[in-house]
């Protein structure tokens, strides 16, 4: 009896180290891939991120934004800057995470831009 608990003991724990080893193996591929995928532009978008000290998808949840798109950053900042004024009973600390986001997501289309343009820049081969 005691032979056989050992067993499942042994093959369970066994089964567990191949399922946690397989795990560990797909996060670092996952994030190789992601790291590879940022390239370049990833960056930019990093170096801004640790200026304004807001991450670009803290930001886009901060303000409600799916895509970037001017318009709707625009729109969405005017809104919520609005509601969480102070003299309407706001929140001076969200009105400035408002205001960081909004900075931080205008530097995303600033480096969106860039790269569009030096895209329409190079030669085509």
Do not use: C, W
Request: net charge positive; hydrophobic share 40%; proline share 1%.
């Amino acid at each position: 009896m005691a032979k056989y608990l050992a067993q499942i003991i042994v093959m369970g724990a066994q089964v567990v180290g191949r399922a946690f080893a397989r795990a560990l193996r797909q996060e670092f591929a996952a994030s190789r891939a992601a790291a590879d995928a940022r390239g370049r532009a990833g960056h930019q978008s990093a170096a801004a991120s640790n200026l304004s000290g807001l991450s670009l998808q803290e930001a886009q949840q901060i303000l409600n934004i799916s895509k970037l798109n001017a318009e709707e950053i625009q729109k969405n900042y005017e809104h919520l800057f609005k509601v969480n004024d102070k003299s309407v009973g706001g929140s001076f600390y969200l009105q400035s995470k408002v205001v960081r986001a909004k900075e931080r997501l205008d530097e995303e289309l600033k480096i969106q831009a860039q790269e569009d343009r030096e895209k329409s820049q190079m030669p085509k081969t």
